[in-house]
């Protein structure tokens, strides 16, 4: 029942303006955005890198009104690029085509993705599109297909395991070995594109896992990057321990190697679990958003996990 209402709050532009504006809201939205501005992102990927942890860095936003929005972005993000060189983080930088204006212009949106490829070319660094809501899927797709058809072998993907269509998806991505971060999907779908059930998405979501590490095995699979800026072919990025351990089994029944996959955390969610998964000796990365267009990612972020949302509560109630 809660979902829905924060999907609600997400959209609402007076909820966004009161949650933003209060010290309440932005205090609390530090627990899974790093900040506002570029050098507080840099910071906590810093920090990260000291305990052992690799990171994705992500500078946010989605859905731009103009394309001189999405230009401005596209320069933001090329910024991001360049400082993670001159940083010396083990990061790579993830981006969101909404941001670059793919619902405004493809061309657009391909132009500036070209130019940030090629910056992150010259960094030896993966770019990653994050994938958004349902109805970019195909959009999405068809960009990454005529990057890969070009020979750019720097370019990587998200899939989610809530859609029904993505066991398809994966398995016609399988064959270009791109490096596939794997999610269980955080937006609002209806019925008919996405199961509603959560353990149908968890079934889901380890077939999905199977089938990565299963073609992880090839020589030809990319594997983590001694710069820590390349990622695996396999990224299982969630905060399920079921889903974890289910990956973990079977990447030790197909025997292999640790930097053939790597585990992916967003900040702030589960430190416990990253500690523990580190200490173990598997790669782990951070997802580490920053940006003033914090709002729809932090009421996702609520939607996701009960424990996120009481968290919020306690916090704004507090005196």
Do not use: C
């Not at 994938?131 to 797709?141: I, K, N, R």
């Not at 990447?251 to 053939?260: E, Q």
Request: proline share 5%.
């Amino acid at each position: 029942m809660l979902r829905p209402v924060l999907f609600w709050m997400a959209q609402s532009p007076r909820m966004r303006a009161w949650v933003t504006r209060s010290a309440v809201g932005r205090r609390v939205s530090r627990r899974f955005v790093a900040g506002e501005t570029l050098e507080e992102g840099l910071e906590v990927a810093r920090r990260l890198r000291d305990r052992g942890f690799l990171v994705t860095l992500a500078h946010l936003g989605e859905w731009v009104h103009t394309q001189e929005d999405a230009r401005q972005a596209a320069q933001a993000i090329h910024r991001l690029i360049q400082s993670v060189g001159e940083a010396q983080v083990p990061a790579y930088v993830s981006v969101k085509l909404s941001h670059l204006g793919i619902h405004l212009s493809q061309n657009l949106a391909e132009s500036l993705l070209q130019d940030l490829l090629q910056a992150a070319s010259e960094q030896d660094m993966m770019l990653r599109i994050d994938m958004e809501e349902s109805a970019l899927v195909d959009p999405t797709l068809e960009l990454f297909w005529r990057f890969h058809k070009r020979g750019v072998a720097n370019l990587g993907l998200v899939l989610q395991a809530y859609l029904y269509r993505t066991e398809g998806d994966l398995r016609r991505l399988l064959p270009a070995r791109v490096p596939i971060r794997l999610v269980k999907g955080a937006y609002k779908e209806p019925k008919t594109v996405a199961y509603p059930k959560k353990r149908d998405v968890d079934a889901n979501f380890d077939r999905l896992a199977r089938l990565l590490l299963e073609a992880a095995q090839a020589p030809q699979a990319p594997r983590l990057s001694t710069n820590g800026r390349r990622p695996p072919m396999v990224a299982i990025a969630s905060h399920d321990e079921d889903r974890i351990a289910y990956a973990q089994e079977t990447a030790r029944r197909l025997n292999l190697p640790r930097d053939a996959m790597e585990f992916q955390f967003l900040y702030g969610i589960r430190r416990d679990l990253q500690e523990r998964i580190r200490r173990e000796g598997y790669p782990v990365r951070i997802y580490v958003p920053y940006g003033s267009e914090w709002y729809p990612y932090f009421m996702r972020r609520l939607a996701e996990r009960p424990a996120n949302l009481f968290f919020f509560l306690r916090h704004l109630f507090r005196k």
